[in-house]
């Protein structure tokens, strides 16, 4: 099997970016990965690239922008996989690489809230809530009691239902939900690219903010970012040949969907009652550890990078990839485990919970943890030795997940 | 069998796109009645709308590589276009049909698709028509007509 | 490089409101494609599916699609374009050693959003959008009045091409648009959309979904008798509409050169038996000819007069009928692969005779912005 490596990342700023229109916005983190890579725009063979497009209002934008990108002549895929479409199309740069069909291929996504005229940048999410939640006009709802509900809900409700399983099953509090943001918030401090940076933002700053929807406080709520990340893949060939020194390699990817999680409803006839449940997140970590040769996730992994726009998510999902038994994640939280120096840090970039920009930050989870390996994270740069990194992305409706691998060595090194 | 259908969502969502500092400047100019490009320092692509990046070469570019356009052009193509859309998927047949062009701009290499009014053909040189108040908005440049 | 062939396939019928939802088509054809291929869901290692979401009228489209397509607990994406790009990516993850097999599915039910409208928001937002003139329609007729221009191709060249494929239609049984006895006359005198194109030049939007099997070489035998094997492809995508030659179609020549270069092959017009391509308009036929370098530049309008590319000529092209014939968008590039693999299997009903190496091809984006080629044969 082909090795594969991540030789160049680059992001753009995150946050509110009306300066810039989304061409621009792509540009800037594609052109901050070339460069990081130090190679030229012609060693780049082919591109991988996604986004939800609904949120940007642009059908196919990568085909608007594809000079802006270097992408004229050269082949192009895309996906699309709602919000794990960071995650996607980074496996996908993987799988161009590791076909054999290219050599170098440079995998982008990313997304524009700002673009939405509606307030609180909820174009996308509109459409998001009301097209995928229509069935439940079938069991008898009305357009105005729907429209309500939509509006309400979307991402935050059923995120809402989520974390209140999940209290249920592992026994922890809201209290823990305030410190993982809290720490999100003081570790996205450190990182330039970060949107909400709050230096030394303890928990109790968190649950002083009120109450959204139980049991997700105001503090909790990651915020609508615009952003773009990107990165470069390269075949063991290529990094021989482009003489590159730093790289991070690929060791093992995993993208396992269960069905979608709508209130024990689905048009399958069987229903996903517990969203906490996330077998998808078991499975495709499991397998992506299996291919990656990892025995045991929780001594052989230095960092990982999960996907957690809400706190619970970074609880509950550090428990489904294996980092910590059921239940138990609060605990570690206690103890500091999880901090940016401490034995297992998680997020240490600030995660999903203080920058979203949707489209863009499953690959940025990539990104981040490509940059622990190479130990080019600067002031979030984990303070260990970083051997093994996971990055891992969900979503659709809570249903989707991708899981990478990566090491500063190749599998069966 | 049969299934379900369920039209007409009570609310729109919409967008507004921020178009960058150049596109600004691009459609501020319109103000004054000019048309600005970017030509490429390197390559010399000169693109129009400008913008910061060359198709060509890849080349950076910014203000510093505007340049101002006569605003005349060549027809490289047209088409009689019979029809509108409606926003919602449904064809408005126009009572007399509306002239499209593919006019290439002097001193630019990029293709713009503009209305042309009068007897054109490929190969017409054709200039801008301004409103009569122009604000530096889109609407500002309604077509383009042939030239006498 | 891991070989991949495909062994199985299924499509449904193209029709204007199939009465069906979105998951039911699905899960016809890829139980169909399955049956075909003599593969179970236990078989399958990897799912692609690919639709738009802007087509669909709903956001992560296949977030629903999980238990129609097979995809419940296995590992999978989805392409968001021609349902060819589904079965590229299904390919290079097979070709990656990572699976073995797996199963691309494509749909779209254009009822419910006219495609001609969706396609309008494929222009840039803040230049091109302004002007309303600005379709897919009207700048494909611009692409053609070019193309004319310089290859002193005309009207009757397009109406011939539309006589070829929506006569070829009518042996196809799932076709959408079939008219036996059409005439250069009647395209000439359809309804005028944008001159010079009429309602028969331009692709029918239809509803149908399309699925294909693949397999690496390690198991496909153990599948399939005669599996149909990926010789070469090529992928290229060209610049924007403003900055890019549309009276070309340079990108699918450069993927033409890629899919030959890998596939060996060095004289396309005689080397290739038959070609499925996906015209989304009739002028882009003509305008593949010379890209898939069938004949020189300019000389389209030739094989056509001669009826070079009829499917008793030297160079079949479309015999399936083409997308002039019923375009159900995400799923007529695969809807091509697919004709392609059955006239290598002598499945098709417009057998070319002995035919041993296809060419299937997939655009996406106005004007064609995108192509994608794919060389199938019946050796690996």
Redesign the interface.
């Known amino acids: ?2 090795r594969v490596a991540i030789i160049g990342c680059g992001q753009s700023k995150h946050g509110r ?8 916005l792509v ?1 800037e983190a594609v052109w901050a990965a070339i460069e990081d890579a130090n190679i030229g ?1 012609e060693d780049i063979e ?2 991988a690239v ?1 986004n ?3 949120f ?5 934008p990568d ?6 990108i ?13 919000g794990t479409v960071g995650g ?1 199309t980074a ?2 740069g993987y ?2 690489v ?4 290219y050599d170098v291929v440079l995998a982008v996504s990313w997304e ?1 809230h ?5 307030p609180g940048a ?3 999410l ?3 809530a ?3 939640l ?1 069935y439940m ?2 069991i008898g709802m009305d ?2 009691s729907f ?1 309500i509900m939509g509006l309400a809900g979307a991402a935050a409700g059923i995120s809402a239902y989520q974390a209140a399983f999940y209290m249920a099953r592992s026994g922890c509090r809201i209290e823990h939900f305030d410190m993982v943001a809290a720490k999100a918030r003081r570790n996205a401090a450190k990182n330039r690219y970060a949107h909400l940076k709050w230096p030394g933002c303890t928990a109790e700053d968190i649950a002083k903010t009120e109450m959204l929807i139980w049991p997700l406080r105001f503090g909790h709520v990651c915020p609508a970012s615009d952003g773009a990340s990107c990165v470069i893949y390269a075949s063991e060939d290529a990094v021989r040949r482009l003489g590159i020194k730093e790289v991070a390699w690929v060791k093992g ?8 999680a709508d209130q024990g409803e ?3 006839g ?1 229903a996903v009652v517990d969203y906490s449940d996330q ?2 997140a078991i ?2 970590a499991r ?1 992506a550890y299996r ?1 990656a040769g990892i025995k045991d996730p929780r001594k052989e992994i230095d960092v990982a990078e999960i996907y957690a726009p809400f706190p619970h998510q970074e609880l509950m999902f550090s428990e489904r990839l294996g980092f910590f038994d059921d239940g138990t994640a609060w605990k570690a939280l206690e103890e500091g485990v999880t901090e940016i120096d401490g034995d297992f840090p998680i997020c240490p970039s600030g995660g999903v919970n203080a920058t979203n920009a949707i489209g863009s930050s499953g690959m940025q989870r990539v990104v981040e943890a490509a940059l622990q390996i190479m130990g080019k994270a600067e002031d979030h740069q984990v303070p260990k030795d970083v051997k093994n990194a996971v990055a891992h992305a969900w ?3 809570v ?2 997940n991708t899981v990478m691998v990566l090491g500063d060595r190749p599998k069966g090194w | 069998m049969g299934v379900d259908r369920y039209s007409g969502l009570p609310f729109v969502a919409r967008f507004r796109w921020s178009v960058g500092k150049i596109m600004e400047k691009f459609y501020r100019s319109f103000a004054e009645k000019k048309i600005i490009a970017a030509k490429c320092e390197k390559c010399g692509y000169t693109v129009v709308p400008p913008r910061q990046i060359c198709p060509q070469c890849y080349s950076r570019m910014g203000e510093e590589n505007f340049v101002e356009l006569s605003g005349r052009g060549v027809v490289e193509s047209l088409t009689e276009v019979a029809f509108r859309l409606d926003g919602k998927g449904g064809y408005i047949w126009l009572e007399k049909p509306e002239l499209l062009a593919a006019v290439k701009l002097e001193g630019a290499n990029s293709t713009i698709f503009v209305r042309v009014e009068g007897d054109a053909r490929i190969g017409s040189e054709v200039e801008p028509v301004w409103a009569e108040k122009t604000e530096g908005k889109p609407s500002d440049l309604i077509s383009f007509r042939v030239v006498k | 490089m891991r070989r991949v062939a495909i062994i199985g396939y299924a499509v449904s019928r193209l029709e204007w409101d199939a009465e069906k939802t979105r998951e039911e088509a699905v899960f016809e054809v890829a139980k169909g494609a399955m049956r075909n291929a003599g593969v179970e869901r236990e078989d399958i290692d990897t799912v692609i599916s690919a639709s738009t979401d802007f087509l669909d009228g709903r956001t992560i489209s296949s977030c629903m699609l999980i238990g129609a397509s097979g995809a419940y607990l296995k590992d999978e994406s989805k392409a968001e374009e021609d349902g060819m790009y589904a079965a590229l990516y299904a390919a290079q993850r097979i070709m990656s050693g990572v699976h073995d097999v797996a199963l691309a599915v494509s749909h779209t039910h254009s009822w419910i959003f006219n495609p001609h409208q969706v396609t309008q928001y494929m222009l840039e937002p803040w230049f091109d959008r302004q002007n309303d003139l600005l379709n897919e329609i009207t700048l494909a007729a611009l692409q053609a009045r070019l193309y004319m221009s310089r290859s002193g191709a005309d009207e009757t060249h397009l109406a011939q091409v539309c006589v070829k494929n929506l006569r070829n239609a009518v042996k196809n049984p799932n076709a959408f648009r079939k008219m036996p006895d059409v005439t250069v006359e009647e395209v000439l005198e359809s309804k005028l959309y944008s001159s010079p194109l009429t309602e028969l030049m331009i692709s029918p939007p239809c509803d149908g979904a399309a699925a294909v099997v693949l397999a690496s070489e390690d198991v496909a035998e153990e599948f399939c008798d005669e599996p149909v094997w990926i010789r070469g492809i090529g992928n290229a995508c060209d610049r924007y509409l403003r900055d890019r030659d549309l009276g070309r179609l340079n990108s699918l020549r450069i993927a033409a050169e890629r899919a030959y270069r890998t596939a060996g092959i060095e004289d396309p017009f005689r080397q290739i038996d038959v070609a499925e391509v996906s015209e989304r308009f009739a002028h882009q036929e003509l305008m593949a000819y010379e890209a898939l370098c069938f004949c020189r530049e300019g000389m389209g309008k030739v094989l056509i007069e001669e009826g070079m590319t009829e499917v008793y000529g030297d160079m079949p092209v479309n015999p399936s009928g083409g997308a002039l014939a019923g375009d159900a968008v995400c799923a007529t590039g695969m809807i091509r692969l697919i004709e392609a693999v059955k006239q290598i299997r002598g499945e098709a009903e417009n057998q070319v005779e002995e035919c041993r190496t296809a060419l299937a091809h997939a655009q996406w984006g106005l004007c064609a912005q995108k192509n994608l080629v794919f060389i199938l044969g019946d050796r690996r």
């Open positions: 099997m082909r970016r009306t300066d810039v229109n989304q061409a621009e540009a725009v082919a591109y996604g939800m497009q609904g940007g209002g642009i059908c196919q085909l608007v922008f594809a000079d802006y270097a992408a004229g002549g050269k082949p192009m895929q895309r996906v699309a996989t709602g996607s496996h996908l799988y161009e590791a076909s054999g069909m524009k700002s673009d939405s005229a509606e909820t174009t996308g509109l459409h998001v009301f097209a995928n229509s006009m079938k357009m105005r429209a990817v995993a993208a396992y969907a269960d069905e979608e689905s048009y399958q069987t077998t998808g499975l495709s397998k291919r979503g659709g409706q249903q989707f």
